[in-house]
C-alpha cells in the first residue's frame, strides 16, 4: 500500500488522477525563486517554451538571456554569471545540455565551482515523437561521474518544484532531469522532500523485493507493485529522486529487509541509477538486482507509452523483473 | 575605465618589468619541466601593462568586489599570469617554482578555486569570452563599473564556442568588456593560416557588431594607448587585435610554433636567460 505517512496523492490509481508535466514544475518554481531572490537568473538556449522559462522571461526580462541555439556559450556565459554571486539556471534539452556541451560544463561549472543549475529537459524515452536524437537516456551516466555535483530525478510536477526551489538553495552547481510529458501526480504539496533521504512510498509486510524507481518511473513501479500485491507477491518501492549525493543508508537499510532489489529508470541501463544502487549494495550487502531500463540499444519515434512497453520499461516489464529476481 | 598617461619613467620601468617577467617565466618553465613557453613570453608585455598600469585590482585583497576582471582564456599561457601575479604581490615569487607540482596552487592549466585571483578555470579553448560575458552581464545587473577583460588566442578562434560568444557580445552591445586577442599567428600544428585560415579576422569581428582595432601587442605604450582609445566606444564591446611575436625576447624562439608546448633544457634556459639579461642592461641604462 502507499505510504500513509508521506502524504501521497490519494488518487494516484484512479483514472482520472491528475497528470502534469514533470517540467511545469520547474517553470513555477523559477517564478517563486525570480520574486524571492533578485540573484536569479535563467539562460535558455531557443528553448523557452517547451522548458517551461518563458514566464519567468516575461516576468523578469532583465534577468533572463536568450543565448540562441549555442548550449556550450549557454554553459559558459552561466559559469561567468555563477561566480559573480548569480544563481544561474540554463534551461535546455538533457540531450544538448549537458549532451553538447558536457566538457564545458565540467571545466567552467563543476571544476570551476560555479553556482549554476543545469536543468535538462526531455529526459528518456518518454520524449516520444521527437526520437533518439532528442531522447536523453545517458544524462545520468554523463553527470554522476562529476564530483561535487548534486543531481534531482522528480518524480512528478510537484516534486520537481520542490527540487528546483532546494537547488537554488545549494551553493553549488546543480543537475536536475525533467521528463516532457504529461504524468500522474504521486506526491502532495504537503509531501516532504528531503534532499538527502530517499523515502519508501509504497510499504508491505514481509517484503520480497525492493524496487528502486527515479522520475516518472516511479509511477510504473508502483503500478507494478499494487499488480504483484494482487498476486501475493510483497515489494517496497523507493523514490530515489536524489541520484548525488546517494543516501547509501536507506538503500542498505532498506534492501536488507527484502532481500533482493529491481531498479527502475528512464535512461541506459549502464551507467544510470541501477548501477549506483548496484555500486552502494556490492560494497555493503551484496544483492541479486534486475535492472529495468534501456538495455544497451536505443529507442524510436512513437508514443511514450507504446515505447515504454516495447522497450520493456513499464509496469509489466517491472513485474517481469521482480519475478525474476524472486527466482534467482 | 579610467588608465593614466603612461610616463616616459613608468614605461621604462614597465619594459624592465616585462623582462623580469619573461626571466623568471623561463626559470618556472624549466622548473616545471612542461609547459608553454612561445605564448608566455610573448603575452609578457601585456601582462605587465595589465597588472602595472591597466587593472584597478588590489593583489592584498583579490576579491575585492570592484576589481576589473582579467580573464585568461587560453590557459595554456598560464606561467606568465603567474609570474605577472606573483611581481605584483599576490603571492611569493618563490611559489613560482612549485608550477605543475604535486600540492601547488599553480596548477598546468589555471584553476580558479586554486588560486586567489584568478577569475576563471580555463585550459579546453573556447570558453574565456563566454565566461567573461558571464561576468560582464552580472556587473551590468549589479550597476557595477568594472571592466571586464578576456584575454583569447588566436588558435582558439577554431573553436565554434567562441563564435557563439562573439555573436552573443555583438546582440547585447556589451561595452563593458573588452577583448585582447594574441594574434601570435602559431598553434600546436603549425602556423594558423596552415592549420585553418583566420583572416581577415578583423572584418569577422566587425561584422558580428565588435568595434576592432588593431595594435602591436609587444609595443607597451601603443597598448595602453589602444586601451585608451577604445574607452570612447560606448555602444558595443571591444576587440582588440594584437600581434604579437611567439617567443619575444629570445631569438631562438621567436616565431617558431616548434616553442607551443615546450619549456627549455638547461642549456636553453641559460642561453635564453644571457639574452634576457643584456637586454635588461640595456634598458637599465636608459
Avoid at chain 1, 534577468?63 to 534551461?91: D, H, P, T, Y
Avoid at chain 2, 617577467?21 to 595589465?50: K, P, V
Avoid at chain 2, 634576457?276 to 634598458?283: C, G, I, M, R
Wanted: charged share 25%; net charge negative; hydrophobic share 35%.
Amino acid at each position: 500500500m502507499l505510504n500513509k505517512d508521506l502524504k501521497l496523492n490519494e488518487n494516484l490509481f484512479n483514472e482520472d488522477v491528475e497528470k502534469r508535466a514533470v517540467r511545469d514544475g520547474f517553470g513555477s518554481a523559477l517564478l517563486l525563486l525570480g520574486e524571492q531572490n533578485n540573484n536569479v537568473v535563467v539562460l535558455t538556449a531557443d528553448l523557452k517554451e517547451s522548458t517551461r522559462v518563458e514566464e519567468f522571461a516575461n516576468k523578469f526580462p532583465d534577468r533572463f538571456f536568450e543565448v540562441g541555439v549555442a548550449e556550450q556559450n549557454m554553459a559558459a556565459i552561466a559559469a561567468g554569471l555563477g561566480v559573480s554571486g548569480k544563481v544561474a539556471f540554463i534551461s535546455s534539452y538533457a540531450a544538448f545540455s549537458p549532451g553538447k556541451n558536457w566538457e564545458t560544463i565540467k571545466t567552467t561549472i563543476i571544476y570551476n565551482q560555479s553556482n549554476v543549475k543545469i536543468a535538462g529537459h526531455h529526459a528518456g524515452v518518454v520524449t516520444g515523437a521527437d526520437g533518439v536524437t532528442h531522447q536523453a537516456v545517458e544524462d545520468i551516466a554523463l553527470m554522476r561521474s562529476f564530483p561535487g555535483l548534486t543531481i534531482f530525478s522528480p518524480c512528478d510536477a510537484i516534486e520537481a518544484k520542490k527540487a528546483t526551489m532546494e537547488a537554488a538553495n545549494i551553493n553549488g552547481p546543480v543537475y536536475l532531469r525533467f521528463s516532457r510529458e504529461k504524468s500522474p501526480i504521486i506526491t502532495t504539496d504537503e509531501a516532504t522532500f528531503d534532499k538527502n533521504k530517499i523515502q519508501t512510498y509504497w510499504i508491505s509486510n514481509d517484503p520480497k523485493v525492493t524496487i528502486f524507481a527515479t522520475g516518472h518511473m516511479l509511477f510504473q513501479a508502483l503500478m507494478a507493485s499494487k499488480n504483484l500485491e494482487a498476486q501475493g507477491i510483497n515489494t517496497l518501492v523507493a523514490n530515489v529522486s536524489t541520484l548525488k549525493p546517494l543516501d547509501t543508508q536507506t538503500i542498505v537499510e532498506i534492501s536488507q529487509k527484502s532481500g533482493r532489489v529491481v531498479t527502475a529508470e528512464d535512461h541506459q541501463v549502464a551507467g544510470g541509477m541501477g548501477s549506483l544502487i548496484a555500486e552502494t549494495l556490492a560494497k555493503n550487502n551484496p544483492t541479486p538486482i534486475e535492472f529495468v531500463g534501456l538495455n544497451d540499444t536505443y529507442a524510436e519515434s512513437g508514443k511514450p507509452n507504446e515505447l515504454l512497453e516495447k522497450y520493456k520499461m513499464d509496469n509489466n516489464a517491472i513485474e517481469e523483473a521482480v519475478k525474476k529476481v524472486i527466482s534467482r | 575605465m579610467v588608465i593614466e598617461d603612461l610616463t616616459r619613467g613608468k614605461l621604462n620601468d614597465l619594459k624592465l618589468k616585462a623582462n623580469k617577467a619573461r626571466i623568471l617565466t623561463l626559470e618556472m618553465l624549466f622548473e616545471a619541466g612542461s609547459g608553454h613557453t612561445a605564448g608566455s613570453l610573448g603575452m609578457a608585455d601585456i601582462f605587465t601593462a595589465f597588472y602595472f598600469h591597466i587593472l584597478k585590482h588590489d593583489p592584498k585583497n583579490p576579491e575585492w568586489n570592484e576589481r576589473d576582471r582579467l580573464i585568461l582564456s587560453n590557459g595554456h599561457i598560464c606561467p606568465i599570469r603567474y609570474t605577472a601575479m606573483a611581481m605584483s604581490g599576490y603571492f611569493n615569487e618563490e611559489e613560482l617554482k612549485t608550477l605543475r607540482k604535486l600540492n601547488s596552487r599553480l596548477q598546468g592549466h589555471p584553476h580558479r578555486t586554486s588560486l586567489p585571483g584568478l577569475e576563471t578555470t580555463s585550459g579546453p579553448l573556447g570558453e574565456g569570452l563566454s565566461q567573461g560575458i558571464g561576468i560582464a552581464l552580472a556587473a551590468k545587473l549589479d550597476g557595477k563599473d568594472y571592466q571586464t577583460y578576456v584575454l583569447t588566442s588566436d588558435g582558439e578562434h577554431e573553436e565554434g564556442n567562441t563564435w557563439e560568444a562573439a555573436m552573443f557580445t555583438g546582440k547585447n552591445k556589451l561595452n563593458n568588456l573588452t577583448q585582447i586577442i594574441d594574434r601570435n599567428n602559431i598553434q600546436i600544428d603549425g602556423k594558423t593560416e596552415d592549420v585553418m585560415p583566420l583572416e581577415p579576422l578583423k572584418d569577422k569581428y566587425l561584422s558580428f557588431g565588435w568595434e576592432v582595432f588593431e595594435v602591436n601587442g609587444n609595443d607597451i605604450t601603443a597598448f595602453v594607448d589602444i586601451l585608451k582609445q577604445s574607452g570612447n566606444v560606448s555602444d558595443k564591446p571591444v576587440c582588440i587585435i594584437a600581434r604579437t611575436t611567439p617567443g619575444k625576447g629570445v631569438s631562438f624562439m621567436e616565431n617558431d610554433y616548434n616553442w607551443h608546448g615546450k619549456p627549455p633544457n638547461k642549456e636553453e634556459l641559460e642561453k635564453a636567460l644571457q639574452e634576457l639579461k643584456s637586454l635588461e642592461e640595456n634598458l637599465k641604462q636608459n
